[in-house]
């Protein structure tokens, strides 16, 4: 069973930095795609990034592109998100979530709980 694990979230000021980590266990697909979404009080669920491990192509929303930054560590099953130049608008709680089929655009069958991100003004 494929298990998604989030760490390192917490309390940072505006203009700080924080990384998230995404551990996976339980993942036989040979390639996959890991993502990270965010959920703000009363907002939808919205896409942050997200890498594939066929080519290791990524994507980001366009509110974080040049301030976060996607990573992997595909042999160890584990994703992270570099968050710089944070800003208040980046307070939600942070999800990562795995495809199966290796592309960034659907498919995240699997879920993690989510690590709480706090930014303050």
């Known amino acids: 069973e494929v298990q998604l694990v989030e760490s390192g979230g917490g309390l940072v000021q505006a203009g700080g930095s924080l990384r998230l980590s995404c551990a996976a266990s339980g993942v036989a697909f040979e390639h996959y795609a890991i993502g990270w979404f965010r959920q703000a009080p009363g907002k939808e669920r919205e896409g942050v990034s997200c890498i594939s491990s066929s080519d290791s192509s990524t994507v980001y929303t366009d509110s974080v592109k040049g301030r976060f930054t996607i990573s992997s560590d595909f042999a160890n099953n584990t994703v992270y998100l570099r968050m710089n130049s944070v800003k208040p608008e980046d307070t939600a709680v942070y999800y990562c979530?795995?495809?199966?089929?290796?592309?960034?655009?659907?498919?995240?069958?699997?879920w993690g709980q989510g690590t709480q991100v706090t930014v303050s003004s």
């Open positions: 979530a795995l495809n199966p089929g290796s592309t960034c655009l659907q498919g995240f069958e699997y």
